[in-house]
């Protein structure tokens, strides 16, 4: 399936959270399933509106939102992405993961997860725990510090998945992942290695 990475797809909003607000992109169908994308340490870029395009077009449709985490910044190298990430008030951004998933509830979707690579799949484990409203998880390659958050308090269903052969040490610790999900209280909570990958 081809993907466009063009902007003219998207809706831009402006989402109220209790203490501030910040813009977000919208794209699929007003009625369909949600599902908040969240970006990567280089922000929202090009490569997060292609996922969340994609994840619009599948099966009978999603709606897909991405929150603008840094607030209109982009990182171009790895440096500059990383200042970004360790800037970033963790807390705010479940607010405003929060305020995602109440939005998309408001405007139509029944039913909303959140999806995220890296940074934001540390962030979407972290909304399974934090955010009562979040209905699933699926994380790619990304946990949360233990000073966020406890997987193991999971509040919805969280899938994670990460590669055997990733030899990156940081976001991913498979071990620890896997026993706080898997051992949460709820249905369907499960860490997946892939076998044979990075």
């Known amino acids: 399936m081809a993907v466009a990475s063009d902007a003219a797809h998207f809706q831009k909003v402006r989402i109220q959270r209790e203490d501030t607000t910040f813009d977000a992109y919208v794209v699929g169908k007003q009625d369909a399933p ?20 994609h994840i619009s077009q599948i099966g009978h449709g999603y709606r897909a939102l991405v929150p603008d985490l840094y607030r209109g910044k982009v990182a171009l190298d790895a440096a500059e992405a990383r200042h970004l990430m360790e800037g970033l008030d963790w807390q705010g951004a479940i607010k405003d ?8 509830k408001e405007n139509g979707s029944p039913k909303v ?3 995220g690579y890296c940074m934001g799949g540390a962030l979407a484990i972290a909304s399974g725990v934090l955010v009562p409203e979040v209905d699933a998880v699926v994380a790619f390659y990304g946990t949360p510090s233990s000073k966020l958050v406890d997987p193991s308090r999971a509040l919805a269903p969280i899938q994670a998945h990460f590669g055997e052969l990733d030899t990156y040490v940081g976001f991913a610790d498979v071990t620890h992942c896997h026993g706080d999900v898997s051992g949460s209280q709820v249905v369907g909570g499960e860490a997946q290695v892939l076998w044979g990958t990075t």
């Open 97 to 104: 993961i929060q305020a995602s998933v109440k939005w998309l």
């Open 113 to 115: 997860g959140v999806t």
């Open 34 to 53: 949600g599902v908040v994308v969240l970006q990567e340490w280089w922000g929202v870029n090009n490569q997060v509106k292609n996922h969340a395009t």
